[in-house]
T-cell receptor
Framework: DAGVIQSPRHEVTEMGQEVTLRCKPISGHDYLFWYRQTMMRGLELLIYFNNNVPIDDSGMPEDRFSAKMPNASFSTLKIQPSEPRDSAVYFC???????????????FGPGTRLLVL | AQTVTQSQPEMSVQEAETVTLSCTYDTSESDYYLFWYKQPPSRQMILVIRQEAYKQQNATENRFSVNFQKAAKSFSLKISDSQLGDAAMYFCAYSPTGNQFYFGTGTSLTVIP
């Protein structure tokens, strides 16, 4: 398996522009997570999906952020309009569901480094 | 509230020596999961080791081992025979359900040749 795939790896944009980050989870994983990492706030969970359904989006900072998972193999995180304070590394992670219902490891993608000028 | 505390922002170790990274967490749950992730300069998050709270035996993965003290809510990572490739940011993570992860602020480890 190629692991979690994220694109683009780097994104530079100007304030006010729309930004779309993409994620392909590991095949067969039921859960998908979006995180944001900054020096000031560390690693924050933005939203996560279970079987393509958003379960908890309480970490989404504001209405400018939206996430979708139209199918089991693809998710997007969109920022519209983008602002300089959105500059961060955005990680996507996927997680399988264990048959015994117990916790399982999250597998992270390489991240997208976003810079909003 | 679930919190994870890593009190050592930076640590250094001589190559081939042993280093221990500290992590404490706050929870009222009895069953949960603990993880250590490594983040090298490439920024990718890599799982190092995991521990289930119901298991008393400390997890071990090659040169990496943990000291899990449930009563003290402590979960430290020991790296033996440190190698240059171990240099990275290390994050401790707590998960009450297996889905929600709470991360510490990280410890930056430098390995001195």
């Amino acid at each position: 398996d190629a692991g979690v795939i994220q694109s683009p790896r780097h994104e530079v944009t100007e304030m006010g522009q729309e930004v779309t980050l993409r994620c392909k989870p590991i095949s067969g994983h039921d859960y998908l997570f979006w995180y944001r990492q900054t020096m000031m706030r560390g690693l924050e969970l933005l939203i996560y999906f279970n079987n393509n359904v958003p379960i908890d989006d309480s970490g989404m900072p504001e209405d400018r952020f939206s996430a979708k998972m139209p199918n089991a193999s693809f998710s997007t995180l969109k920022i519209q309009p983008s602002e300089p304070r959105d500059s961060a590394v955005y990680f996507c992670a996927s997680q399988p569901r264990r048959l015994d219902g117990l916790g399982e490891t999250q597998y992270f993608g390489p991240g997208t480094r976003l810079l909003v000028l | 509230a679930q919190t994870v505390t890593q009190s050592q922002p930076e640590m250094s170790v001589q190559e081939a020596e042993t280093v221990t990274l500290s992590c404490t967490y706050d929870t009222s749950e009895s069953d949960y999961y603990l993880f250590w992730y490594k983040q090298p300069p490439s920024r990718q998050m890599i799982l190092v080791i995991r521990q289930e709270a119901y298991k008393q035996q400390n997890a071990t993965e090659n040169r990496f081992s943990v000291n899990f003290q449930k009563a003290a809510k402590s979960f430290s990572l020991k790296i033996s025979d440190s190698q240059l490739g171990d240099a990275a940011m290390y994050f401790c993570a707590y998960s009450p359900t297996g889905n929600q992860f709470y991360f510490g602020t990280g410890t930056s480890l430098t390995v001195i040749p």
